[in-house]
């Protein structure tokens, strides 16, 4: 009995040290060491995700957590984790997440004239665009309503070609707040990201999108690099999860 309890007390110290040696800081890692990326997330199983960064790569939580709730493949979002090994089996670092913010994930829609309606107009406190992961990824602000959930849309014309005669694709982003609007902000940045995956972006120059923007009105906003950095008022967000916000 005192062979076997040594033999697995030694056992455990080995492993600690394996531990220890992978997280120490010649590997530029240590179970301190707290990063963050904009991820999209990917579904494995019931409550298992994998994600991958727009900075980071690949990600694997090698060590688990266990979300509140259920996240659909494809979501975006902004992930807090602890970086624990590069090249972890198949992926690029194995990580373990700390926190997750979850983003209103949306995909490019196509309007025409029975449809354009609903998508409506309205004026839009646009902060930050970019591209990035393949997602055209936005801050903005919204006057919080009093019941009617608000609509954030980016949308593409029927009859338009998909890449254009300038060799950009024509998009625009639309806003309704169906008439539903206080003079109170919301506290919070909020954040909304479109899958671009139905666009042909690498054939075309890039994106031109228009906005009806409430403070610089009408504009047209272009998007040559396909792979932007992340904004610097992108890396520290606080707020609620997309579950709980007045858009939709």
Known sequence: MKRQLKYITSVCIWMLAMIQTSCDDSDGYSIGDIAYDWVTIHVESDGIYTFTGDTWGTMYPAASSIWGYKIAEGTRGMLIFNPLFDDYYGYDVGIKPEQLRVFLTKTVEEIDDENENEYADHPAYLREAWIAGGYMNMLFDMKMPLKEKHRVSLVKHAD???????????????????????????????????????????????????????????????????????????????????????IY
Not at 182 to 207: H, M, Q, R, S, W
């Open 160 to 246: 338009e070609p998909a890449i254009g005669d300038d060799g950009y694709i024509h998009l625009e982003y639309r806003y309704n707040t169906y008439g539903d609007t206080t003079d109170v902000f919301n506290p919070y940045t909020e954040v909304v990201c479109y899958n671009l995956n139905t666009l042909p972006l690498d054939k075309a120059k890039g994106i031109k999108m228009k906005i009806n923007h409430a403070v610089y009105g009408h504009q047209t906003l272009i998007f040559e690099n396909k792979n932007e950095s992340m904004p610097d008022e992108a890396k520290n967000l606080n707020g609620s999860t997309e579950e709980e916000k007045d």
